[in-house]
């Protein structure tokens, strides 16, 4: 679980050199191992229970598993979940079993466990459940969708943040002045604003600020007398800030809803600053683009139905004209629906129906709505009484019905009081109120 040698550590990237080995050592999750937290309780006890470590790349999931074993004198078993299979499990199992006869503890530590199939996690779950092995599995995705209910019902779930700024800047600062696993051998000076650029471009990211920091000081000559670490160094060694972004995960997903919430919520400035994110970090504007459309009719719909227009030809032009100029057009379309009046009267609605359709019996469509191509259907009835709308004063026929006979009508759509949907409001009233007319003469006759 540690490098004992002066070689192994020499040979070690920095951020594996200065892993904590303390918590005291231990920089972030104030939330988990402060003191009272429940995490902090269980290493200076050495209580060993099941766990899900769930968090950003870079805030310290495997260093607390680690930790976790030493405070409880048990033997670590390492296994990731990219390249370990059932055959894996089975072997930790088995040698987990001979330390239970000697009376040791075992912890199974698997890494992107989010990878593991159902296959894979019930191969341990028996063992977890006898108490063989004391889980503790690290994960970047939601484990709520990638791990199985058994295996959760088990395991407590952590949620682990990324790391403050200030953080990253004392885990960076610590690094150039640590003699023994960090940098403090060499001769080195920075800015201070030097040190703050790698903290921000990290984005949260522990390992990534260390990384950073030994590429700089590679570049910069490991072999100068003096290494100066300034803006312009930095600048030229991190071009680009890598955003944690995947493409089917949980930042992904958080980042789309964060969209459409803006948008749903009539905020322009932050559904762009959403898209933009989304951009930066490599997102599909094509996608993007679709999404925008889906907003456009889910939360606008006929509040304004320009909304729905312009989400299209946005569309159009971003596959047309592609980057960056299709960006724009997206753009625009966004804020339009942002500050447009929502509805969501037709969403509801339609949600409603195909309950309905999809609840009720196979109901037949009445006689007089069924079309009558053919003589026979004609002798059957099929259009008999139908009204013709257009030929009906104000081209609607007042009293008609068009649900099944077997079914009493419902109102589905319910126009919200914005935008255009307040004239559809009142058209919908004024045509109720020929319908109570007309069936009022009806019935008198």
């Known amino acids: 679980m540690t490098f004992n040698t002066e070689k192994e550590l ?4 920095l951020a594996a050199r200065l892993r904590p080995q303390t918590v005291a050592d231990f920089i972030g999750q104030s939330h988990l191992l402060g003191e009272g937290m429940p995490l902090r309780r269980a290493l200076s006890e050495g209580h060993l229970h099941s766990m899900i470590l769930w968090g950003p790349p870079g805030t310290g999931k495997t260093t607390l598993a680690r930790l976790l074993a030493e405070s409880a004198h048990a033997e670590m078993e390492y296994l990731s979940a990219v390249f370990s299979g059932v055959k894996d499990v089975r072997a930790v199992v088995d040698r987990a079993k001979q ?25 341990f779950l028996p063992f977890v459940e006898d108490g063989t092995l004391t889980f503790i599995g690290a994960t970047t995705e939601n484990p709520s969708f990638e791990l199985n209910n058994a295996l959760l019902s088990r395991a407590r779930v952590y949620v682990l943040k990324p790391l403050a700024l200030e953080d990253l800047i004392s885990i960076v600062r610590h690094a150039i002045v640590d003699k023994e696993q960090g940098l403090g051998a060499l001769n080195i000076r920075f800015e201070e604003e030097a040190l703050s650029m790698i903290a921000e471009l990290a984005d949260g990211d522990a390992r990534q600020a260390l990384n950073s920091l030994e590429i700089m000081v590679a570049l910069a000559g490991s072999e100068a007398d003096t290494i100066y670490i300034d803006k312009t160094l930095v600048e030229r060694s991190l ?11 949980e ?27 989304m951009l930066e970090a490599g997102c599909d504007p094509l996608y993007l683009a679709r999404r925008v459309v889906r907003m456009a009719s889910e939360d606008i719909g006929n509040a304004d139905p320009r909304a729905l227009e312009l989400a299209l030809n946005a569309w159009d032009v971003q596959q047309r004209l592609g980057s960056p100029e299709g960006e724009l057009a997206v753009a625009q379309a966004i804020c339009y629906c942002a500050v447009a009046p929502k509805s969501n009267a037709v969403y509801m609605a339609f949600k409603e129906a195909m309950a309905d359709a999809k ?13 009558a191509p053919t003589q026979l259907m004609k002798k059957l009835g099929y259009g008999k009484a139908y009204r013709y709308a257009h030929d009906e ?6 009293g008609e019905h068009y649900f099944p006979d077997n079914m009493a009508p419902k109102t589905y759509y319910h126009p ?21 007319a007309y069936l009022e003469e009806k019935n008198s006759c």
Do not use: M
């Not at 330390?99 to 191969?123: C, M, P, S, W």
């Not at 919430?261 to 959403?274: E, H, I, M, Q, T």
């Not at 914005?418 to 020929?434: D, M, S, Y």
């Open 393 to 398: 004063p104000d081209a609607y026929a007042a």
């Open 359 to 371: 609840n009720s019996a196979t109901l037949e469509v009445p006689l007089h709505l069924r079309n």
């Open 239 to 249: 071009s680009q800030r890598v955003r944690r972004f995947d493409k089917q995960g």
């Open 416 to 436: 919200a009081p914005r935008g255009l949907e307040i004239k559809i409001k009142a058209k919908l009233e004024q045509l109720e109120a020929w319908d109570h």
């Open 251 to 277: 930042f992904f997903y958080d980042q789309i809803s964060a969209l459409h919430k803006a948008v749903r919520g009539s905020d322009p400035d932050a559904s762009l600053y959403w898209f933009a994110r």
């Open 99 to 123: 330390r239970r006869l000697l009376g040791q503890a075992t912890i199974l530590f698997v890494d992107e466990v989010h990878r593991f199939n159902k296959a894979q996690q019930d191969a």
């Open 10 to 13: 020499g040979l070690q990237p």
